[in-house]
Nanobody, 115 residues
Framework: QVHLVESGGGLVQPGGSLRLSCAASGSIFSINYMGWYRQAPGKERELVARIINGVGTVYADSVKGRFSISRDNAKNTVYLQMNSLKPEDTAVYYC?????????WGQGTQVTVSS
């Protein structure tokens, strides 16, 4: 069983910054990648960024240059640094961990960008 706990969401003004964290615990073997997805009201869940073992990172075009994903392997924790936030970044952000044979979701954390 794998458990993901996200933190760091909240309300921020346009142009501001937030840092999301996702800590994984449990029976974790052979992580392929960890990543962040988001879902805005009335929209489908979409990839924001993911970090892939030994390969690198992938970002959605809408966040390139503004968001940065990183990972602390010793802590099984992935971070999402979000800068220059825009109202259209408002969504519930979900962490996802993918292994060789399964994937797991966190419970989600709300990010609201509004003045």
């Amino acid at each position: 069983q794998v458990h993901l706990v996200e933190s760091g969401g909240g309300l921020v003004q346009p142009g501001g910054s937030l840092r999301l964290s996702c800590a994984a615990s449990g029976s974790i073997f052979s992580i392929n990648y960890m990543g962040w997805y988001r879902q805005a009201p009335g929209k489908e869940r979409e990839l924001v960024a993911r970090i892939i073992n030994g390969v690198g990172t992938v970002y959605a075009d809408s966040v390139k240059g503004r968001f940065s994903i990183s990972r602390d392997n010793a802590k099984n924790t992935v971070y999402l640094q979000m800068n220059s936030l825009k109202p259209e970044d408002t969504a519930v952000y979900y962490c996802r961990l993918t292994t060789t044979d399964a994937y797991y979701w966190g419970q989600g954390t709300q990010v609201t960008v509004s003045s």
